[in-house]
């Protein structure tokens, strides 16, 4: 069959996905920095508090924002084996509560002894807060109340109890971002190692020899068929080998022949070579879409211990690549094949 070759480079089969994914994982990076602009502290600062008794704090500006909210953290103070239920208020200009949190902290600690051995350990569970979202401007306070407190014998305590006290605007939830970041990460990585062996594993041919051939219904238009050559030799091998490819259509008749330089890396253990390996690959559209046969002849053959000839159909690309079109040319009266 008469054809028509032509070498190009392209970037028409680069595979978008991987990109899109890995620019969600950008996007999620960039908000996780951006996201430390609208951070500002507005007071920190550690209180006292009575029993069944309340400390207001100083009075805030909250102003809305596109970005991030109000954030109160609050960490109770305790001595160990006590706890404390306290509730954290935020009341508007007239000192009525508009949201409020409580939270029941407790510390303990204590020795343990087994088999002779000994020791100490800690537990607790302190830190309370509250994030609000402004939806105009308005001027709020921030209050502390102290609604029961004891020890772990069951005594109730009259002693004030510290707390200390963080009051932030802008601050912004970052724990979904983390996971967004990693999450889009993994899919992008995972795309760009699925693009290279996307489409069909068409030929996969491994023998102990250097001439592999195999043949498979490939190509048609806008079809993109990797052609990749793996080559295990052993310590003789020069320092490259040549792997000659030849494509036949479906009556046998030569539609491509060429030589594709290899070069080898050698793996090498206390200072000698041990073995080899080699890897080429190079893409094709073969029109119409039909059976091709591939036959390959890794040269020279002597070192040559495995030989590996792998063709994809309907591939994809991370980039631009060197494509060979192969078509009829177009005095030939071939049939085409119209099935995509």
């Known amino acids: 069959m ?5 070498t190009q480079r392209t970037s028409r089969f ?29 007071t920190s600062e550690t209180v006292s508090v009575e029993p069944e008794e309340s400390v207001e704090l100083e009075s805030i500006q909250l102003e809305p ?12 103070l305790l ?23 409580m939270k029941e902290a407790w510390s303990e600690s204590g020795t343990w002894y087994e088999d002779g051995e000994s020791g100490s350990w800690s537990e607790s569970d302190l830190q309370g807060g ?30 004030p109890v510290e707390f200390k006290v963080t009051v932030e605007n802008g601050v912004v939830d970052t724990r979904y971002l983390w996971s967004g970041l990693i999450g889009s990460t993994i899919l992008g ?7 290279p062996v996307s489409g069909k594993t068409a030929i996969a041919k491994t023998i102990q020899d250097s001439d592999p051939s195999g043949r498979a219904t490939v190509g048609g238009a806008n079809q993109l068929v990797r052609v990749k050559i793996n080559v295990k030799s052993d310590e003789t091998s020069p320092r490259q080998l040549n792997a000659r490819l030849v494509i036949n259509d479906a009556y046998g008749e030569q539609v491509y022949a060429r030589a594709l330089p290899m070069p080898l890396s050698f793996k090498e253990e206390d200072g000698r070579v041990e073995s080899a390996t080699g890897q080429v690959q190079c893409f094709f559209t073969l029109e119409p879409r039909s059976s091709y046969g591939f036959h390959l002849d890794v040269m020279p053959d002597a070192p040559v211990d495995q ?14 690549v060197e494509v060979v079109h192969i078509r009829p040319s177009p005095l030939s009266d071939y049939p085409q094949d119209k099935h995509p």
Request: net charge neutral; no cysteine; charged share 15%.
């Open 2 to 6: 008469p054809v028509t070759t032509q």
């Open 14 to 42: 680069v595979d978008p996905w991987s990109y899109i994914a890995l620019g969600a994982a950008g996007l999620v990076l960039l908000a996780l920095m951006g996201s430390q602009f609208f951070y500002k502290k507005l």
């Open 65 to 76: 924002q596109l970005i991030g909210a109000l954030r109160i953290d609050v960490r109770a």
């Open 79 to 101: 001595p160990s084996n006590t706890w404390v239920i306290y509730e954290i208020q935020i009341l508007d200009q007239n000192g009525d509560v508009i949201a409020s949190a």
């Open 130 to 159: 509250l994030d609000v979202q402004a939806k105009k401007n308005e001027q709020i306070t921030v209050a502390i109340a102290v609604l029961e407190y004891g020890n772990t014998s069951g005594q109730e305590l009259q002693q």
């Open 189 to 195: 990585l995972i795309a760009i190692l699925a693009t």
């Open 307 to 320: 030989t590996t000839l792998t063709v994809r159909d309907r591939n994809r690309t991370l980039g631009s």
